[in-house]
């Protein structure tokens, strides 16, 4: 018990050490996992978005289609980021009690399960925020400049290349996102899990008195 009540004063003051938004974005961001195998997988995903980009080109209305594309980035990504608000909303909920005891006094990555869950709900939230705070920017871009707008000084094929490699890294950025959300399930069964065992336990507790 002492041993507990130690974990659980060390891990209440970490949580507390993030005062700033741009404190808890570091340290989210120092809990987020990227493997090899992602890796690898949004590299294909970046040469193969770059081939299918220069087809895309050549066929001619580009701000047209780069509009649809942005539209349809909407409708799939806005419903997830309420979903995501929805999730954040039932872990915030069940913390309490014997769950978040049971949270606060066991450790993931030197940070306490609450702690390391409260951060990827964070940053899941600001990643999601930030591509339709990103779509809108690009809406109200696409949809005021000439469709034969380039940039200056560079003929049409550097053009086309460079928009290319950053409607791929578009492409990447939002896939990347997408996967994210299989972390997101993940996390909330986690979450429900403890919550079923810690009352469990507590239950067995109260019936054994």
Known sequence: MR???KTLEENAKKI??????IQ?????????????????LLLIIWFLMMWQSEIIFLNGNIIDKLLMLINAVNV??????????TGYSIFQAISTGESLYTLLTNTLEERSMF????????????QFLAIIIMNFILFVIFTNIPVSWQLPNFDQEV????ASGLLSLYIVIIVHSLIEVKSFIYNLYQIFSTNAVAKSIQYLKNKQE
């Open 3 to 5: 041993n507990d009540k």
């Open 16 to 21: 507390l050490d993030d005062e700033t938004s």
């Open 24 to 40: 808890v974005l570091k340290s989210s961001l120092q809990t987020s996992r990227f493997s090899y195998k992602r890796l690898i």
């Open 76 to 85: 799939i990504i806005i419903p997830i980021f309420a979903l995501i608000i």
């Open 115 to 126: 702690q390391v869950y409260n951060l990827f709900f964070f940053l899941i939230s600001i």
């Open 159 to 162: 053009n086309e290349r460079i």
